[in-house]
């Protein structure tokens, strides 16, 4: 099973930015996905993650200008990352789980390789 992020890369501050992540090897059509980040020098935290029925949490960080949307079919899932900022610098993780939603990193079973996204200001 493997889990591949798209669409990192250098952007300015106010600039709006897309990843994606495609999952190959299985489905993930009933189970939950999402996003996980890593700026330099602070802990991993969530970016935000989606239920396979669409129920959504946002890290506190990320909500009200990062939306999340899945497509189930296809256990793509997506995140519409608005207003960047310099904070928002890191590497961004796609994950999926055996199950329902969660915000606690432990409990994914599958980590992508990662995606730097850098925010200039």
């Known amino acids: 099973v493997q889990l591949q992020a798209f669409g990192g890369g250098l952007v300015q501050a106010g600039d709006s930015l897309r990843l994606s992540c495609a999952a190959s090897g299985r489905t993930f059509s009933r189970d939950a996905m999402g996003w996980f980040r890593r700026a330099p020098g602070k802990e991993l935290e969530v970016v935000a993650v989606i239920s396979w029925s669409g129920t959504i949490h946002y890290g506190d960080s990320t909500k009200g200008r990062f939306i999340i949307t899945r497509d189930s079919t296809k256990s793509t899932v997506y995140p519409q990352m608005n207003s960047l900022e310099p904070q928002d610098t890191a590497v961004y993780y796609c994950?999926?789980?055996?199950?329902?939603?969660?915000?606690?990193?432990?409990?994914?079973?599958?980590w992508g390789q990662g995606t730097l996204v850098t925010v200039s200001s």
């Open positions: 994950v999926a789980r055996n199950g329902g939603i969660a915000m606690r990193q432990d409990v994914y079973d599958y």
